[in-house]
């Protein structure tokens, strides 16, 4: 028996729904994450540590837990997304990063105090918005991921460069102090309120009960249900999966490395002779690097699996890793930056764009949720690793050869791993 016409799916048009316009908006909800993140923080660690006579190794475990600990925060975000929507928990979650950040300018207080400010920074921003910045463009776009993705992934890789240079420049030029009070600022008086007023919900597939309702007949449109695909998995079965926990350990050994170098990529390139003012210019090439790497990538999605591309991202990142250490001009270290940000641009896009083109976006929240919770516990031990190594050896060298060997290793598995196949 066929059945009536008015239960046929009904979506409504991605381009009249502004899913541009959403993704536009996610990226500056993301850039709004830079100081819960380790490269965001890392622009002030040194200047932070000397005006504060902080030890490096004390400051680095309290990095350590407060990003542990704020991980947990990962997973009840996403699940306050799949149930109270994008725009309201967006929305508070970034004035209340404003407020964190704007006490830390002011900071002048105890360790405790200290580590409880990091920890919110790292739970609210890091983890929470993260979450909530990823969703929204994986949310708006049930097909093509890839291309929303890496449009996503080159706003982010602009603007992050953009905020290095000038939170860079505000810092040697008037302290950290007032650059974080002009990220607080920002957080406050612009980014929220443009979340609040663009960030909108996604529209969503649905089918009707017997019959289609009238334009503008709301009591019609709530007898509505939302059509899950065959192809949604559960949180559970999602974790099930060996492709699962292949894209979330290569995110997460990316993640990993870069906290350790955004930490103290300052350290690391003194160590090779560079000043503090490289450390800076640094970053807003790696940044821009990434852009090729975005591009490229999110050409490749169309055509190349997701495990042969990972393969690839990883093996570049694990060389730019290993030169490192062999780095004395700038020639040279605008190679190593190339390979750092072009793979790591390609990492971006592929753990932005798997997890609803794997899993399906019926619980896409808790899905992103964990496996952002995974790479935020990675990011954690990051910094630790480079601290603890250079007091031991007085050099990052052998920490930066075992990591770009254990990322091949990686490289070489997600190669050969399977799809996901759901349990029927």
């Avoid at 798997?354 to 496996?371: D, E, N, Y």
């Amino acid at each position: 028996m066929n059945l009536p016409e008015a239960a046929a799916p009904v979506l409504r048009s991605p381009s009249r729904d502004g899913r541009w316009t959403q993704v536009v908006i996610a990226s500056v909800v993301m850039l709004a994450t830079l100081p819960g993140r380790t490269q965001g923080i890392g622009l002030i660690t040194e200047p932070l540590l000397a005006d504060l006579k902080l030890d490096r190794v004390l400051y680095a475990n309290l990095n350590l837990w407060a990003t542990l600990i704020g991980a947990a925060f990962c997973f009840p975000a996403g699940w306050a997304i799949d149930r109270f929507g994008l725009k309201y928990v967006t929305t508070l979650i970034t004035l209340l990063l404003g407020v964190v950040v704007w006490r830390i300018s002011a900071f002048a207080g105890s360790i405790s105090l200290l580590f409880t400010l990091l920890l919110l920074t790292r739970a609210l921003g890091q983890s929470a918005l993260s979450v909530a910045s990823i969703t929204a463009v994986g949310k708006w776009f049930r097909e093509r991921v890839g291309v929303g993705m890496g449009v996503f992934s080159v706003l982010l890789s602009v603007l992050f460069a953009a905020a290095f240079g000038i939170i860079g420049h505000a810092v040697r030029q008037h302290g950290w102090r007032a650059a974080w009070l002009g990220m607080a600022l920002a957080l406050v008086s612009v980014i929220t309120p443009l979340v609040f007023w663009l960030l909108r919900e996604p529209p969503q597939i649905e089918r009707s009960t017997g019959f289609n309702p009238l334009p503008g007949d709301t009591a019609a449109a709530t007898r509505t249900e939302v059509r899950v695909s065959p192809l949604d998995f559960t949180p559970g079965q999602a974790l099930r999966t060996r492709v699962f926990w292949i894209f979330a350990t290569a995110a997460a050994s990316f993640n990993l490395v870069s906290s350790g170098l955004g930490l103290f990529n300052e350290s690391v390139l003194n160590e090779q002779g560079f000043a503090r003012e490289t450390f800076h210019h640094f970053l807003v090439i790696t940044t821009l690097l990434s852009l090729a790497g975005q591009f490229a990538c999110g050409w490749m999605l169309a055509r190349w699996k997701f495990q042969t591309l990972t393969c690839a991202a990883l093996l570049l990142y694990g060389a730019g890793l290993a030169a490192i250490p062999f780095v004395h001009t700038h020639l040279t270290l605008w190679i190593v930056a190339a390979l750092i940000g072009g793979a790591g641009g390609m990492i971006i896009v592929i753990f932005f764009s798997v997890w609803s083109a794997v899993f399906g976006q019926k619980h896409l929240g808790r899905i992103q949720g964990t496996a952002q919770m995974l790479t935020v516990l990675s990011s954690a031990a990051g910094p630790v690793l480079f601290a603890k190594c250079f007091e031991f050896n007085g050099s990052y060298s052998l920490l930066l050869w075992v990591l770009a060997g254990t990322v091949a290793a990686l490289a070489m598995y997600a190669r050969f791993v399977p799809d996901a196949k759901k349990p029927s």
